[in-house]
């Protein structure tokens, strides 16, 4: 008999191929697939958080001591919450050894203040909104003094904003003015002709040799946001563009299911594919894209399932960043090159002209290499796309 992940390779590579996709059985098999990522987010969870500090550590690193936790984040530590509060407080506490969620989102939220990143401070509003947590209210205020409607910062971070205000309906710390002015600011991101969003604000200050370059995430998080917006306000320009963009995002994904990580905003077109992130493939994507469906009815599970397909059989190293040995599941897979040299030599030609590339980069820089790594957001983001999946993983503890 096959497995859920062989049947799902299966389905991707014949019905998919045949554009013949029968909505229902097809998810039935990313189900399968999705329960086995939540069993191993959770587990990885356990394994990323301090008890004795109340934290979760920057990432897991494999090195020559073994796979090690290094570093702490507040940014991770939030995303792992708004993930967390999708599911069960029994889950909770299995991940904190125990601990109250509660408390460690207080611990969050009174770690704020005005010098506090934009984007530590829309995540964790998003977190204790869905907590519904008593002191939500003190981290909008802390929003509201950032400014995200004003202040310079990258799209990604204002997309943040914007879902940590409108992802759910709950009456705790909403503020619908100040959401439809970050609403206003993402529209006015929005490329028209090219149906993308820019990394920057236009109204921002984006660096001369980069303005024209969206990575992968410049796509997911305004495309989410805006649907949560109009399921929250009914806006229909916001609709539209995170219909327009999903569907630019899923038309330009790889042939194998890669979501390709660099875009030029001013023609659509990839400037450069690597590297392909395991987060892309099994949650960013995904929670983007069940999103839009919830708020249109406008399904691209095909590409999900591609995208699950990389994930599992990666063709580049030939193997997969789930690693079933390590229980863990690896950031990327990247070109073996030093620094992000490729990137960075292709974002100065394509700035150039828009056609312009780096000759052979495959060939003399392959995309072969495995980052070793693996963060807590990641995680989180599992059990935050799959939240409706994750009573049928087996495995769980």
């Known amino acids: 008999m096959k497995t859920a992940t062989q049947q799902l390779t299966h389905l991707a590579s014949t019905e998919l191929a045949a554009g013949d996709l029968a909505v229902g059985k097809l998810d039935s098999y990313i189900s399968q697939q999705s329960s086995e990522l939540c069993a191993v987010a959770v587990r990885a969870l356990v394994r990323m958080y301090d008890p004795a500090t109340r934290t979760f550590c920057h990432c897991i ?149 980069r303005s024209h370059v969206a990575c992968f995430a410049d796509l997911v998080y305004p495309i989410q946001a805006l649907s949560f917006y109009h399921q929250y306000d009914g806006d229909s320009d916001a609709l539209a563009a995170a219909t327009r963009c999903a569907q630019r995002m899923c038309d330009g994904q790889g042939a194998l299911g890669q979501w390709w990580w660099h875009h030029d905003v001013r023609n659509g077109q990839c400037i450069e594919a690597y590297p392909v992130y395991s987060v892309h493939q099994d949650s960013m994507a ?72 780096v000759p052979a980069a495959n060939t003399i820089f392959p995309p072969t290499y495995i980052d070793y790594e693996t963060r807590p957001y990641h995680m989180g983001w599992i059990l935050y796309a799959w939240s409706d999946r994750l009573a049928s993983a087996p495995n769980m503890s």
């Open 286 to 357: 995904p929670m983007a894209l069940l999103a839009l469906r919830k708020a249109a009815g406008v399904c691209h599970a095909d590409a999900i399932a591609r995208g699950l397909r990389w994930l599992e059989n990666s063709p580049e190293i030939d193997g997969s960043l789930f690693d079933k040995d390590a229980d863990l599941i690896w950031r990327k897979v990247a070109r073996r090159e030093p620094g992000k040299l490729v990137r960075g030599l292709q974002a100065t030609a394509s700035k150039v002209h828009p056609s312009l590339r």
């Open 61 to 209: 690193r494999r090195g020559e001591q073994g796979d090690r936790t290094e570093g702490t984040s507040v940014r991770y530590a939030a995303t792992v919450l708004i993930g967390l509060a999708e599911h069960p407080d029994s889950l909770a506490r299995e991940v904190l050894h125990g601990q109250d969620s509660s408390d460690l989102c207080a611990s969050l939220i009174a770690g704020l203040c005005e010098q506090s990143e934009l984007g530590e401070v829309a995540l964790t509003l998003w977190a204790a909104r869905a907590m519904n947590h008593p002191d939500a209210p003190k981290a909008l205020e802390v929003l509201r003094r950032v400014k995200p409607q004003a202040c310079d910062a990258p799209t990604v971070e204002i997309a943040w904003s914007l879902s940590a205000l409108v992802a759910d309906e709950r009456e705790v710390a909403r503020d619908d003015d100040l959401a439809r002015l970050i609403t206003d600011r993402l529209l006015r991101s929005f490329n028209d002709e090219t149906s993308l969003f820019s990394h920057i604000p236009f109204d921002g200050n984006a660096s001369s040799m």
